[in-house]
């Protein structure tokens, strides 16, 4: 099973300050046709997940360009170039390269 | 616009039996995995079960594997989770998710149902 840790656990930013939050995963998520199968979700609370990056570094349909993923293989990173308070939540990465598995997520916080 | 819908969480005994229907609208059903992903409380995202948009392949998370099946009836558009051998640790909020393919594979969960809450108590 392919195992992704998310350092850290929790990740205080103050508004309008960047951020980026860390997924490295225990095998490389480099398929052969180039992608890296490597998603990032945003679970608001009491919200369901919702799915801002694919593919390590394409944006969804509808999500901010504040948002940006970038990596390859082993290591990835979520960056978002300005917080707002509507970003508060758990960042989770999933990898969907062998079967699907999540990280344990990162929980964000406005200082 | 795409919509996700789940049903038939309930509180049930430890080595009961509960199945979970999802359904879905604003796609072509068909062309398109699904997935189940559950969340306990006050923890983080485990996925569950996924299913091919023919039906003809799925997949299973190794906690479930020989007691959960995912199914599919693409003329309703509804994919089903049926829970066998319930355990207390299979407690969670349930979510159904659309897939970004038509297989299960590579393939990202774009848009999610608000869940539906299974209890097993001891």
């Known amino acids: 099973e392919i195992v992704l840790t998310q350092p850290p656990l929790s990740l205080p930013v103050s508004p309008g300050e960047p951020a980026s939050i860390s997924c490295r995963s225990s095998?490389?998520?480099?398929?052969?046709?180039?992608?890296?199968?490597l998603d990032w979700y945003l679970q608001k609370p009491g919200q369901s997940p919702q799915l801002l990056i694919y593919?390590?570094?394409k944006r969804a349909s509808g999500v901010s360009d504040r948002f940006s993923g970038s990596g390859s293989g082993t290591d990835f990173t979520l960056r978002i170039s300005r917080v707002e308070a509507e970003d508060v939540g758990v960042y989770y990465c999933?990898?969907?390269?062998?079967?699907?598995?999540f990280g344990h997520g990162t929980r964000l916080d406005i200082k | 616009e795409v919509r996700v819908l789940e049903s038939g969480g309930d509180l049930v005994e430890r080595g009961g039996s509960l199945r979970l229907s999802c359904v879905a609208s604003?796609?072509?059903?068909?062309?398109?995995?699904m997935s189940w992903v559950r969340q306990a409380p006050g923890n983080g995202l485990e996925w569950v079960a996924g299913?091919?948009?023919?039906?003809?392949?799925?997949d299973y998370a190794d906690s479930v594997k020989g007691r959960f099946t995912i199914s599919r009836d693409n003329s309703k558009n509804t994919v089903y989770l049926q829970m066998k051998s319930l355990r207390v640790e299979d407690t969670a909020k349930y979510y159904c998710?659309?897939?970004?393919?038509?297989?299960?594979?590579?393939?990202?969960?774009?848009?999610w149902g608000q869940g539906t809450p299974v209890s097993v108590s001891s």
């Open positions: 998710a659309k897939m970004a393919m038509a297989v299960i594979k590579t393939g990202s969960l774009d848009y």
């Open positions: 604003g796609f072509t059903f068909s062309n398109f995995a």
């Open positions: 299913i091919s948009g023919s039906g003809g392949s799925t």
């Open positions: 095998q490389s998520l480099l398929h052969g046709n180039g992608y890296n199968y």
């Open positions: 593919w390590g570094s």
């Open positions: 999933m990898q969907a390269l062998q079967s699907i598995t």
